[in-house]
């Protein structure tokens, strides 16, 4: 099975400061026959269900503004929140789509100083 | 716009078996690649994912979990169901039924929309 682990386990930053989430996979999720990396970020707030943000490392779901930014290749990736907002309190998980088990990472908390 | 919703026992005792429905509703035309997840989220594990049901029935597993975990459907409902024999108090946690994601005609295996998930104590 595939094993992510983000980094930190949490962070507490100013608002409008940049905030910088890591995941790392024991294995590549780099797909060669497509040129795609299959990773996806969700932002889960307290007392609600994740809602996706990211898919294919770097794509952007439907509705999710653009600071937030995916990046990232093969078994290291990065999720970017710049211009923090009150808002962005949660826990951030990365999961790998790649192959069955689909796994998750062990999730970060992001708060507001 | 896909919805999602779960349903079941809030407490199952220890060794029984848990049976939770999924109950989708706005489906798109694009039925035929409809894939439906279950996942949970216990203070142990985090996210796990559990399950996951094609709409032409191909079903697959957690490689840790699959001796006990059934995934089926009721297309007639619009419904997935999962069980999970031999339930035990480490079961405990929020259960999460959950649609793989579409981008254009390519479906994919991230998760959204997720339902609001149901709490299961096994106590």
């Known amino acids: 099975d595939f094993v992510l682990t983000q980094s930190p386990d949490s962070l507490a930053m100013s608002l409008g400061e940049r905030a910088t989430i890591n995941c790392k996979s024991s294995?590549?999720?780099?797909?060669?026959?497509?040129?795609?990396?299959?990773l996806a970020w969700y932002q889960q707030k307290l007392g609600q269900p994740p809602k996706l943000l990211i898919y294919?490392?770097?794509t952007r779901a439907s509705g999710v503004p653009d600071r937030i930014t995916g990046s990232g290749s093969g078994t290291d990736f990065t999720l970017t929140i710049n211009t923090l907002q009150a808002e962005d309190v949660a826990v951030y998980y990365c999961q790998q789509h790649f192959s069955t088990p689909y796994t998750f990472g062990q999730g970060t908390k992001l708060e507001i100083k | 716009q896909v919805t999602l919703k779960e349903s079941g026992p809030a407490l199952v005792r220890p060794s029984q078996t848990l049976t939770l429905t999924c109950t989708l509703s706005?489906?798109?035309?694009?039925?035929?690649?409809?894939?439906v997840s279950w996942l949970r989220q216990t203070p142990g594990k985090a996210l796990e994912w559990l399950a996951r049901?094609?709409?032409?029935?191909?079903?697959f597993y957690s490689t840790s979990l699959k001796t006990r975990l059934t995934i089926s459907k009721d297309t007639s409902k619009n419904q997935v169901i999962l069980t999970m024999t031999d339930m035990d108090p480490v079961d405990t946690g929020t259960y999460f039924c959950?649609?793989?994601?579409?981008?254009?005609?390519?479906?994919?295996?991230?998760?959204?929309?997720w339902g609001q998930g149901v709490l299961v104590t096994v106590s």
């Open positions: 959950a649609r793989h994601g579409v981008a254009g005609a390519t479906g994919g295996n991230w998760f959204d929309p």
């Open positions: 706005g489906l798109s035309p694009d039925i035929n690649k409809l894939r």
């Open positions: 294919w490392a770097s």
């Open positions: 294995q590549t999720v780099f797909n060669g026959l497509d040129n795609k990396n299959y």
């Open positions: 049901i094609d709409w032409d029935d191909d079903k």
